[in-house]
């Protein structure tokens, strides 16, 4: 069992940044990959990025290509997601997901282990 807890979210100006992270426990980290979601008012949870378990590859979102990025250091369990140039379309509560798929996926059922969610605000 892999327990996920996301921390960085908050209110931000259109064109900030936000570093969002997730701490992991209980399992094997390296093992895992790790992805982001993210939810806005009104509509369905959405793929943004994920990693691989040894972080040797990432897979993005278009709406988030060249803005985002992920990264991991498995010795301290821990995924971060820098979040540059944010725009009001950014806003969502982002979640953090673990896949016993070591290769990533953009599809949500793929990943077992979900963190409660941070909210991400961005005005503008």
């Known amino acids: 069992q892999v327990q996920l807890v996301e921390s960085g979210g908050g209110l931000v100006q259109a064109g900030g940044s936000l570093r969002l992270s997730c701490a992991a426990s209980?399992?094997?980290?390296?093992?895992?990959?790790m992805g982001w979601f993210r939810q806005a008012p009104g509509k369905e949870r959405e793929f943004v990025i994920t990693i691989t378990g040894s972080a040797l590859t990432t897979t993005y979102a278009d709406s988030v290509k060249g803005r985002f990025t992920i990264s991991r250091d498995n010795a301290k369990n821990t995924v971060s997601l820098q979040m540059n140039s944010l725009q009001p379309e950014d806003t969502a509560v982002y979640y953090c997901?673990?896949?016993?798929?070591?290769?990533?996926?953009?599809?949500?059922?793929?990943?077992?282990?979900w963190g409660q969610g941070t909210q991400v605000t961005v005005s503008s």
């Open positions: 997901a673990a896949s016993p798929r070591r290769f990533g996926s953009r599809i949500e059922s793929e990943y077992a282990y």
């Open positions: 209980g399992g094997t980290f390296s093992n895992y990959a």
